[in-house]
Nanobody, 124 residues
Framework: QVQLVESGGGLVLAGDSLRLSCAASGRTFSSTGMGWFRQAPGKEREFVAAISWSGGRTSYAESVKGRFVISRDNAKNTVYLQMNSLKPEDTAVYYC?????????????????WGQGTQVTVSS
């Protein structure tokens, strides 16, 4: 069992940066791929970024590539999402998720555990 708690969301201006954190409990964190997803009002949840168990491989949605960076610290059981050059269209609830697998999967149904989400609002 893995429990995930996101933090770091908030209200920022376009062009600003935010760093989201996801603290995980459970012994399997260091051997589990992790991901970030987001859901904007009226839209379906979408993939944002993923990282393999070791941090050696990452995947990004095209819409955030070059602006967002996913990383992890297995000693702290934490995964991060550094978000730079934020745009109003990045406004969403951001969810952290733990995969069934060790890789950096982009497929939502390959994630077993989900956090409650943290709101990110980008104002123009």
């Amino acid at each position: 069992q893995v429990q995930l708690v996101e933090s770091g969301g908030g209200l920022v201006l376009a062009g600003d940066s935010l760093r989201l954190s996801c603290a995980a409990s459970g012994r399997t964190f260091s051997s589990t791929g992790m991901g970030w997803f987001r859901q904007a009002p009226g839209k379906e949840r979408e993939f944002v970024a993923a990282i393999s168990w070791s941090g050696g491989r990452t995947s990004y949605a095209e819409s955030v590539k070059g602006r967002f960076v996913i990383s992890r610290d297995n000693a702290k059981n934490t995964v991060y999402l550094q978000m730079n050059s934020l745009k109003p269209e990045d406004t969403a609830v951001y969810y952290c998720a733990a995969s069934y697998y060790r890789g950096s999967t982009i497929t939502e149904n390959e994630y077993a555990y989900w956090g409650q989400g943290t709101q990110v609002t980008v104002s123009s």
